[in-house]
């Protein structure tokens, strides 16, 4: 299925700074001066700090020089995550709904896409017995913290949700993508011969 295509928004950025948010006010999409405090705020806010995370990852991965090709392909699929991310920060931000059908936003075949690819490289390591430590290499540790990252990001979502329903492909795809980076985060220390390292209650 071919992905759906959306009408770029017209954005002109020519200021670092407008002094608009001084007073601790910022606009919506369809709805202006709201505090900043604003559960929708803090929701698209740690969406933006997910995306620097995962920009961490891609650094990382490209410092290791890896020209395996399934590395690669996961290079491209982060690149890709980014931009996906900000929709989904998009979504979270337009109060008038209407307005969404024509801008970016996420949907089901980039949840399926999603699901595609943590069944693809899951389905090469080998199954666990126990949970998972982070670390063995940067590059697991940057994929851990956008693990983590993500949930917080999910608990954000969810409160937003209960004063501000969202669409339940923003509840789905939010709740796979700390999947997603579990699950990379164990493939790169495999490619990379890497042995990892699983909780044991008793060197606690």
Request: a neutral charge; charged letters at 25%.
């Amino acid at each position: 299925m071919s992905e759906k295509k959306y009408k770029n928004p017209n954005i002109t950025i020519s200021k670092v700074f407008t002094k608009k948010g001084d007073s601790g006010k910022t606009e919506l999409i369809g709805k202006k001066n709201i505090s900043k405090h604003d559960i929708r705020v803090k929701a698209y806010g740690q969406l933006d700090h997910l995306n620097a995370v995962v920009g961490g990852c891609v650094a990382e991965i490209e410092k290791l020089k890896i020209e395996n090709k399934e590395v690669l392909e996961l290079l491209d699929i982060l690149e890709s995550l980014q931009h996906k991310i900000f929709n989904l920060g998009n979504m979270l931000a337009t109060v008038d709904t209407s307005l969404l059908e024509h801008m970016p936003q996420i949907n089901d075949d980039d949840l399926n896409n999603l699901e595609n690819n943590i069944e693809k490289y899951n389905a090469q390591l080998p199954s666990l017995s126990s949970f998972v430590l982070p670390g063995g290499s940067m590059i697991n540790i940057w994929f851990n913290l956008s693990r983590t990252e993500t949930r917080k990001c999910e608990r954000i979502i969810v409160e937003m949700h209960s004063a501000y329903p969202v669409k339940e492909i923003v509840l789905k795809y939010i709740n796979r993508l700390s999947d997603a980076f579990f699950v990379w985060g164990r493939w790169i220390n495999f490619n990379m011969n890497i042995n990892e390292k699983t909780w044991d209650s008793n060197k606690g």
